[in-house]
């Protein structure tokens, strides 16, 4: 791997891998994390309501954590190597850096449950540890 920093090779990258992002985090959040939050706001907040500028917040929110996994899993490789401790050590600094400090600033504010953030974020774990393998193999043939 190439120890310089090369942006196009980043954007190619991040968006490939992003692919992967859009369609996981969609899954999870339609799947699992929108019926936790309904039944924890009971009818008093619409959760998840389906607008444009829904879509277009999540298009920025997949973006940030796409292109956080993405930094990140570059730098671990320039540290320990294009091998599997990167994609993990990447995986678990993103989902924890994101989305569990997400869930637990949620759950701190009143706005969910222990419960939900115990569900959700290794879910969002494997998410970032088959994207940062994604990006580990793209870096590969692309770099």
Request: hydrophobic share 60%.
């Amino acid at each position: 791997m190439n120890n310089t920093f090369n942006v196009k090779q980043f954007i190619v990258v991040m968006l490939l891998t992003s692919i992967w992002i859009n369609i996981a985090e969609v899954a999870r959040a339609m799947l699992v994390a929108f019926p936790m939050m309904e039944a924890f706001y009971a009818g008093k907040l619409a959760v998840g309501p389906m607008a444009l500028s829904n879509a277009l917040v999540w298009v920025l929110w997949d973006t940030m954590l796409t292109s956080t996994l993405v930094f990140v899993y570059w730098l671990c490789a320039q540290s320990f190597g294009h091998n599997a401790k990167s994609i993990v050590i990447s995986a678990t600094v993103t989902c924890i850096a994101t989305l569990g400090v997400f869930w637990v600033g949620s759950v701190n504010s009143g706005l969910g449950t222990w419960q939900m953030a115990y569900t959700l974020v290794p879910i969002a774990w494997v998410e970032m540890i088959i994207g940062a393998f994604l990006a580990s193999k793209l870096y590969a043939r692309y770099g």
